[in-house]
C-alpha cells in the first residue's frame, strides 16, 4: 500500500496510524497527527480502491451503502499491512493507534470490528458502522474515541450512538463527541481527540 512512515522523536509513543477520507490521500491528515502528538511515529496510508479517480479504503455500492465483501477484503488487506509495515520500519505492533477520518474511520472501526488485536485504539472522526449482525471480537483495553455531527448528513446521530453501543458490548473504552455541525472535520474536534489522547497516554 502507497504510504509514508515518519519515525518519530519518541519510541515509547503509539504509532499513529493515519486513513484519509475519500478523495484524500496519505498527505492530508499529517497535520493533524501534529496537533494528536508531534513526537509520535506517524504511519499514513493511502487507500487501494479509486473511486471516480479518488482514493478510498472499500468499494460501496452507493453513499452510505458499503460493499462488504470489499469491505473485509480491504481490511485484511489493512490488517496484513500493518504487520508488515512494524517488521519493515521496526516500531510496536501492539502499539498503534488509528486517527481516521470518514471512509478511513471506517476502515478503522472496520479493523476493529474484524480482529482482537488490531489497534491499541481509534480515533474515529464521522465514522458509520462498518458492518451490522456480526459478532466483535473482545476489545478489552482498546480505547475509542467517536467525533460526531448533530447534523451530519452523511452519518446520523443515530449511527454514531449505534457503533458506540456496538464497540462498547465488545468491551472496548468509548467516548463519544459531539458538535452542532455537519461532516466537516472540525478544530474542536480534532481539540477533543487531542485531549483523550494526552488522557490516554498518562494512563
Known amino acids: 500500500m502507497k504510504h509514508i512512515f515518519n519515525k518519530g522523536q519518541d519510541r515509547t509513543k503509539p504509532t499513529l496510524l493515519l486513513l484519509h477520507g475519500t478523495g484524500g490521500n496519505e498527505l492530508?491528515?499529517?497535520?493533524?497527527?501534529?496537533?494528536?502528538?508531534?513526537?509520535?511515529?506517524?504511519l499514513s496510508v493511502r487507500g487501494n480502491v479509486l473511486e471516480n479517480g479518488m482514493p478510498r479504503f472499500f468499494q460501496r455500492l452507493a453513499e452510505?451503502?458499503?460493499?462488504?465483501?470489499?469491505?473485509?477484503?480491504?481490511?485484511?488487506?489493512?490488517?496484513?499491512?500493518?504487520?508488515?509495515?512494524?517488521?519493515?520500519?521496526?516500531?510496536?505492533?501492539?502499539?498503534?493507534?488509528?486517527?481516521?477520518?470518514?471512509?478511513?474511520?471506517?476502515?478503522?472501526a472496520s479493523l476493529l470490528f474484524h480482529y482482537q488485536n488490531a489497534l491499541k485504539g481509534a480515533i474515529l472522526h464521522h465514522p458509520m458502522v462498518p458492518r451490522k449482525g456480526i459478532d466483535l471480537p473482545d476489545l478489552s483495553g482498546t480505547s475509542v474515541f467517536i467525533a460526531a455531527g448533530t447534523n451530519d448528513p452523511i452519518c446520523s446521530p443515530m449511527e454514531s450512538a449505534e457503533l458506540e453501543s456496538l464497540l462498547k458490548?465488545?468491551?472496548?473504552?468509548?467516548e463519544l463527541h459531539w458538535e452542532n455541525r455537519g461532516h466537516q472535520?472540525?478544530?474542536?474536534e480534532v481539540e477533543a481527540a487531542a485531549s483523550w489522547y494526552r488522557k490516554l497516554i498518562i494512563k
Open 64 to 108: 452510505g451503502v458499503f460493499d462488504e465483501e470489499d469491505l473485509v477484503f480491504r481490511t485484511k488487506e489493512l490488517y496484513e499491512f500493518l504487520d508488515e509495515a512494524a517488521e519493515k520500519y521496526g516500531f510496536d505492533r501492539e502499539h498503534i493507534i488509528a486517527i481516521g477520518y470518514s471512509n478511513g474511520a471506517n476502515i478503522a
Open 169 to 174: 458490548k465488545a468491551n472496548a473504552n468509548v
Open 28 to 42: 492530508d491528515l499529517l497535520p493533524l497527527a501534529g496537533r494528536i502528538d508531534d513526537e509520535a511515529s506517524v
Open 185 to 188: 472535520l472540525t478544530a474542536q
